[in-house]
């Protein structure tokens, strides 16, 4: 009897212990910068930043190409397509915001950013 009973305990804790277990949540986020104005210099526009602080600049196309009809098509292509490594690499879009003008009051600015998480 004592044997069932340690068994079930045994049984029981582990159990527990096995429920309380969470799986690593990383986290990351995404800022694409679109500037629209005359540019001195040139600053990559997209950065991505991961739960370890590793942060990676790129450049992506934002201008206007083919006719300006298309340019919101365009746009929302590219915008796309800069995120589709990530869907495909299993992060899962959590939230999105934009904002409009930057830190000087310039309103010829565009900030977009895209949350992501991902269970390990």
């Known amino acids: 009897m004592r044997k069932l009973l340690f068994l ?6 582990g159990q527990s212990l096995m429920a309380q277990q969470k799986s690593k949540t990383d986290y990351m986020s995404i800022t694409i910068y679109e500037y629209h104005g005359l540019e001195i210099g040139h600053v990559p526009n997209m950065v991505i ?3 370890d602080t590793a942060q ?11 006719k300006a009809r298309e340019y919101l098509l365009h746009h929302e292509d590219t915008l796309i397509s800069a995120l589709k490594p990530y869907f495909k690499a299993g992060w899962k879009l959590v939230s999105t915001s934009v904002e409009s003008g930057d830190f000087s009051g310039n309103s010829n ?3 977009y950013r895209y949350y992501f998480t991902r269970e390990e």
């Open 8 to 13: 079930f305990l045994a049984l029981f804790a």
């Open 49 to 51: 930043t991961r739960t």
């Open 56 to 66: 990676v600049q790129k450049d992506i196309d934002l201008k206007l190409h083919g």
């Open 109 to 111: 600015s565009v900030t």
